[in-house]
């Protein structure tokens, strides 16, 4: 059939099972936005307040389901705009097609009105971008941009249209979506040789990273760490791999980890790293990190194999199907000298404690958890809120714990929130956000009550940067520069004036109350709850320390 760039646009689209995109149009993407109008009953089109907030809606929406996650732009700064949130995800490895409208062929290259070469502008941050000049281009390219943002490591992936090509007609073949290739599983005598590794550790420990929660590994690591006795840790992008509180979960690791995790790993004798890439956040110092064990790192990108830290063995590929080869060779064994150190450990983590009429992060997160069923999910904005909601937000499932990891973007957490509440509308949505990062993206609070989209914001208030004052207090003489925010901003006041509803905590009692009355309530809430400015994270390892000099 003959149909024009657009109606070729949405049918490729559809062919690669997308329900919903994310976007907001302008006067080169009119016409692909024509036919988004013309086909909303087979794609749902969510309108943000910008073209950030969309991306990383595009973003929450793929963290959430596993599915590639889609947002449209237009040309000039609506393409520029969502350069942040290409950026956020290509750091995360979540995948993304990106689709921009440029001016038409005939104005390329002449400084035309909102014209930028954007492909140019996001090579650095995508896995690959294409600029699309020809009708009959069209089609294989989305197609072949969906396979790249899918397979491997996932990630972004732009495509540039011309505003001629998305009117021009040409032939259109559907073709079914091609199932995504998956590298060759290792030979038989690697995975024997780790397996007798294993076996033959007196002290053996789990790192888990983001890879083995993007291959859906969550099971097959938590058997394999039950039936070898291994103690296991996580990075802030694996929260929700393993149940936290279990006998052999140690925590978060890291510069805001858990002294345990910090100190199983320091003094194991073999390391299985699973789907990380040891970055300076968990090994604050590469040249000293694991020094007394084995290092062997499975993971599906051969680039991040003895990038930051040297490994003893690796092996490429999909974390779950190879763990799933490796766990019948490993021999069912107790450890109980190395599990009772760690649980000595473990006695040694640092507990927050309570103080009567005060409102602390770990008591907000308390009563958030209690509250929440196992659907819910957490999405966080960056800073302080972030680590204290990663260290005490409890038990969580995989894909349920959202937020911005190695590029720490903040004003991330609306966009994602929204994103997460729309893929997921049977789920309680709530995000835990602080002053400082709210206020770059409060202006999606918009969005949610367009969208009946039943997000309760939680605003840890402390009127600072808290995580930049806390550098300044550690390292910077307690020179607060420009980190105290002398803001007016009533949260309360501007909820109701977006149309959703505002309330205040300032003690743990006032807190629980609230936060019952805003899931009760199903309509977007913020709840302004006022913490201490002087609030640490804690524990802490500065960088280019280790475990010996963590900060209690």
Avoid at 221 to 249: C, F, N, Q, S, W
Avoid at 362 to 382: K, P, S
Avoid at 392 to 409: A, D, M, Q
Avoid at 529 to 544: H, K, N, Q, S, W
Wanted: include cysteine.
């Amino acid at each position: 059939m003959k149909i024009n760039g657009s109606q070729i646009l949405i049918e490729t689209l559809v062919e690669q099972g997308v329900d919903t995109v994310f976007g907001y149009p302008g006067g080169a993407i009119l016409n692909i936005y024509d036919a988004l109008y013309q086909n909303s009953d087979r794609i749902r089109h969510i309108i943000t307040a910008h073209e950030q907030g969309a991306a990383h809606a595009a973003d929450g929406y793929a963290r959430a389901t596993g599915r590639t996650g889609v947002v449209m732009a237009t040309s000039g700064p609506g393409a520029t705009n969502l350069v942040t949130g290409i950026a956020t995800a290509f750091m995360d490895s979540v995948p993304m097609v990106a689709i921009t409208a440029n001016v038409p062929n005939s104005l390329i290259g002449l400084d035309s009105f909102q014209e930028v070469y954007i492909a140019g502008i996001t090579m650095p941050i995508t896995k690959h971008n294409f600029v699309v000049r020809k009708v009959e281009d069209l089609a294989p390219t989305v197609r072949r941009a969906f396979e790249i943002a899918e397979s491997g490591r996932p990630g972004p992936v732009l495509i540039d249209i011309t505003k001629d090509v998305t009117s021009a007609e040409y032939e259109f073949e559907p073709q079914p979506k091609m199932p995504r290739v998956k590298p060759a599983l290792p030979g038989k005598d690697i995975l024997q040789e780790i397996a007798g590794l294993i076996d033959s550790a007196k002290k053996p420990a789990i790192l888990v990273g983001g890879g083995a929660q993007i291959s859906g590994a969550s099971d097959i690591v938590a058997e394999l760490a039950r039936k070898a006795d291994i103690p296991a840790a996580h990075t802030l992008m694996a929260a929700g791999v393993l149940d936290y509180g279990e006998e052999h979960d140690l925590g978060l690791v890291g510069m805001h980890g858990n002294l345990s995790a910090g100190k199983a790993i320091a003094n194991c004798d073999v390391l299985l790293a699973i789907g990380t890439r040891f970055s300076d956040r968990v090994a604050t110092d590469k040249t000293r990190f694991a020094q007394k064990s084995k290092i062997v790192h499975i993971d599906i990108d051969a680039a991040e194999i003895n990038k930051n830290v040297k490994s003893s063995l690796s092996v490429i590929g999909d974390v779950k199907e190879v763990l799933t080869a490796l766990l019948p060779l490993v021999k069912a064994q107790k450890r109980p000298e190395w599990m009772a150190k760690v649980a000595e450990w473990k006695e040694m983590d640092y507990k927050p404690q309570d103080k009567d009429g005060v409102l602390r992060p770990h008591q907000i997160m308390r009563q958030i958890t209690a509250a929440l069923d196992e659907e819910a999910i957490i999405a966080t904005d960056v800073g302080q809120h972030q680590m204290w909601a990663a260290q005490y937000c409890g038990k969580i499932k995989p894909r349920h714990f959202i937020t911005s990891g190695g590029l720490g973007t903040m004003g991330y957490g609306f966009g994602a929130s929204i994103g997460a509440q729309v893929a997921k509308p049977d789920s309680r949505v709530v995000m835990v956000t602080g002053d400082g990062s709210f206020h770059m993206n409060l202006n999606e609070m918009c969005t949610a009550v367009s969208f009946g989209l039943p997000i309760v914001v939680v605003v840890m208030n402390n009127h600072v940067l808290g995580m930049v004052r806390q550098w300044q207090t550690l390292f910077y003489g307690k020179r607060y520069s420009a980190t105290t925010l002398d803001r007016q901003t009533d949260y309360v006041k501007l909820a109701d004036a977006f149309g959703g509803l505002g309330f205040r905590a300032t003690t743990e009692e006032e807190f629980k109350e609230v936060f019952a009355k805003a899931l009760a309530s199903g309509r977007p809430c913020i709840i302004d709850a006022v913490i201490d400015r002087d609030e640490r994270v804690l524990p802490m390892i500065a960088p280019g320390c280790t475990i010996d000099e963590i900060i209690m």
